[in-house]
């Protein structure tokens, strides 16, 4: 059976990545461990290596239902533990009276300083405090270099992760009828704009689907598959239930309020 038939053409690389991991291990039987995965990579580790006894895939991203998360595929007997994911947490705080941080804020300051993003993790924020996980390796360097956020000057410092704040992620799941998967369809659905404001945001090249910019209207989601607009939030097909009798598609997401 062609592995490649059950994910998407672009998902290929990533297929390629994973299969070479478990052929490694299998032949070194030294754990491996990757850098942050977003769900939709996540799922595609977990069906590849499916039920192989001899092999455990373990993935920790600091907070119970984290998005963004890293992985250790290793031999089934191998002990792993929070420390294995060489993971660190960070905190810093900023005057909430004067200035006010969003989720882009803090990774655009990230990415500006030359991080790639598959080595940050979830980022929280909540009553004037930041706090986001990262790798080790780069921990320093980010202590070092991040000092200011939407103009706002911060230090951020390294935290033990039994600091983490609560998770207060607010996912509203709601359940609708659409045509099809296309894209901008499901803009429309999710975001409750026409059809041609979705195009619009697709357009912009204001859409992410798994936190990659896609321009194409006709693009078809899957299940678990993560959506974001600029200025609209983000949302996640959890589930397509099927059929409808008058033919359209039952569909099941989770909006971020």
């Known amino acids: 059976m062609d592995i490649y038939q059950h994910f998407r053409q672009e998902e290929a690389p990533f297929v390629d990545q994973v299969m070479s991991w478990k052929d490694e291990i299998n032949r070194s039987f030294i754990p491996r461990l990757t850098d942050f995965l977003h769900p939709r990579e996540q799922w595609i580790f977990q069906s590849i290596i499916g039920n192989d006894d ?4 373990a993935f920790f991203g600091a907070w119970e239902h984290a998005e963004r998360k890293r992985a250790i595929l290793a031999p089934y007997y191998e002990e792993l533990g929070e420390e294995s994911f060489e993971t660190e947490l960070l905190r810093a705080s900023y005057p909430i009276k004067f200035v ?3 989720h882009p804020d803090v990774l655009g300051a990230f990415l500006s300083s030359g991080i790639e993003r598959k080595k940050i993790g979830d980022i929280k924020i909540h009553h004037g405090e930041i706090q986001i996980l990262v790798s080790k390796d780069i921990s320093t360097y980010l202590l070092s270099n991040i000092t ?5 000057s911060v230090q951020f410092e390294p935290i033990s992760l039994s600091d ?3 998770n207060s992620d607010n996912w509203v799941e709601k359940t609708t009828t659409c045509a099809s998967l ?9 975001y409750q704009v026409s059809r041609q404001q979705a ?3 697709i357009k912009k090249g204001w ?5 990659q910019k896609i321009e194409q209207p006709s693009y078809f989601l899957e299940e678990r598959d993560m959506v974001s607009v600029r200025g609209k939030g983000r949302t996640r097909l959890t589930e397509i239930q099927g ?3 008058k033919d359209k598609l039952r569909i099941t997401f989770e909006k971020l309020l």
């Not at 296309?182 to 999710?190: A, F």
């Open 148 to 152: 200011s956020i939407k103009k706002a």
């Open 199 to 201: 195009l619009d945001l």
């Open 243 to 245: 059929k409808t009798k």
């Open 164 to 166: 983490r704040m609560v």
């Open 100 to 102: 006010k941080i969003e």
């Open 207 to 211: 859409v992410k689907v798994n936190f």
């Open 54 to 57: 001899t092999l455990q895939l």
């Open 182 to 190: 296309r894209l901008d369809v499901l803009i429309k659905e999710m």
